[in-house]
């Protein structure tokens, strides 16, 4: 009963600092608003991409496919 007003407390802004509304980042995105960085291709890029380039100019970086044949 007490207990929780102690944990609202905490709660309150003790953890986290500054919250994360606003300009905070909570997790793993990126700047809205990115472009691919292909010259001349204006495609934007998912906040989740982390790559610098839309998925038709990525880097084609082979997964290891020793033996294997891709079908
Ligand atoms: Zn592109």
């Known amino acids: 009963m007490d207990e929780r007003s102690d944990l609202a407390d905490l709660a309150d802004g003790s953890i986290g600092g500054s919250g994360f509304t606003g300009t905070g980042r909570p ?9 691919c960085g292909h010259d001349g291709c204006e495609t934007r890029l998912s906040i989740y991409n982390d790559s610098s380039y839309c998925s038709s100019h990525q880097p084609q ?3 290891r ?3 294997r044949k891709i079908a």
């Open 61 to 63: 970086v082979a997964p």
């Open 65 to 67: 496919m020793r033996g």
């Open 27 to 35: 997790s793993r995105t990126f700047p809205r608003g990115r472009v």
